[in-house]
Nanobody
Framework: QVQLVESGGGLVQAGGSLRLSCAAS????????MGWFRQAPGKEREFVAA????????NYADSVKGRFTISRDNAKNTVYLQMNSLKPEDTAVYYC?????????????????WGQGTQVTVSS
């Protein structure tokens, strides 16, 4: 079975930092890209960042560039999202996702596996 489990969410003040983790299990060799998405109340799920398992190539949404960093530890089958300089508008449920096609995508519909999500709340 394929499983993605997020952790690391919580409540933080504006300007603070959090690090999210996504532990992948199952047939992880099939994942070419890992992504982080987020969904705020009443809004659609949106792309945050992605990284390729093999080469570590990264992509970011404009709204988080310079503040968030995605990374991976292949030995641990874990992807991280370091979030710095957090803003109240970053408040959302953050989801980890895996794509089994060898090409980057920021589209929610083009990721094949999803975690259950972890809540991030940034207070002003």
């Amino acid at each position: 079975q394929v499983q993605l489990v997020e952790s690391g969410g919580g409540l933080v003040q504006a300007g603070g930092s959090l690090r999210l983790s996504c532990a992948a299990s199952g047939r992880t060799f099939r994942y070419y890209f890992m992504g982080w998405f987020r969904q705020a109340p009443g809004k659609e799920r949106e792309f945050v960042a992605a990284i390729s398992w093999s080469y570590g190539v990264t992509n970011y949404a404009d709204s988080v560039k310079g503040r968030f960093t995605i990374s991976r530890d292949n030995a641990k089958n874990t992807v991280y999202l370091q979030m710095n300089s957090l803003k109240p508008e970053d408040t959302a449920v953050y989801y980890c996702a895996a794509r089994t096609v060898r090409a980057f995508s920021s589209s929610v519909n083009e990721y094949d596996y999803w975690g259950q999500g972890t809540q991030v709340t940034v207070s002003s």
